[in-house]
């Protein structure tokens, strides 16, 4: 304490000092704190434009090629040439239902990952083209008020581009190349008992026969992608589930081929076709089967 001066007062003065001291680093950690949100929300800016420009040009590719599609004549399969259970199948989903062009699609249900595997509240909305193949699905996942994630893949003509983002704004995860377009491609093919006038066999979907009465061989081409699935059919005609070897996991070592089912259930007749209300997707693992995400249609409109 300086010679002089009260005790009194040489304690007031400090803890004056100390005060001030404290309020600059708070004004400090205020402005910190506004900096960093700012930041978090101009990222989340600039991603959300990114991504509607992307969707936006998408939707275009989609829309020329369905409209050449249009101006196509197109030699489909004969049908009393299907295996027997597609005969089945088609006759029971499809009839006569007029050929969709555009289906939406909306959804709620369950997802998880291996890096996460606690179950997150599903919601989503997809567009899907039913003359060609094209996708643009969009998801939310919610784990709780502080941690949800966005999900968006898209196809289209070949190619294929997926995210995963926390928040809508910081990506975890963006595939793309060969194994995104090919396991997009067969994402759709597996997707369209939602949109079963797209099974009718035409110029870039054939039918095989496996040599049974309740499976059959659906192979896809497009831009020189080929992928298949495996449909299985209940003695009803319905499809009970989708097996393909054609679709990549995101593992430690990169992207893994390993088999995928998709099972459907709870059918019902929406419009003028008839669908499975509910589905379930799991890994085919060689130590187990990991299910990953289970869907449930709340509403479907096709034009």
Known sequence: MPVGVPAFLYRETRLLNRTESLSVMQEKLLLIGIAA???????????????RLRRRMLMRRLHAAVAQRRQQILTPQPLTALPPPVQRYLDRAVRDAPQAEWIELWEEGQFRSFAYPRWGKLKARGVYTGTVPGMIWNARVRHSLFRWYTIELLYASGVGRGSLKLWGAFTLFDPDGPEANEALLVRVLMETVWFPTSLVPGGLLRWESLGRDDVARAVLSDSGITIRADFYFTTDGDVERIVTLDKYRDADTGYEREQCTMYCSDWQQCGPVRIPMEVRLEWNLERENFEYMRRRVVEVRYR
């Open 37 to 51: 949100l700012g930041a978090v929300v101009l990222v989340g800016i600039i991603g959300a434009v990114r991504v």
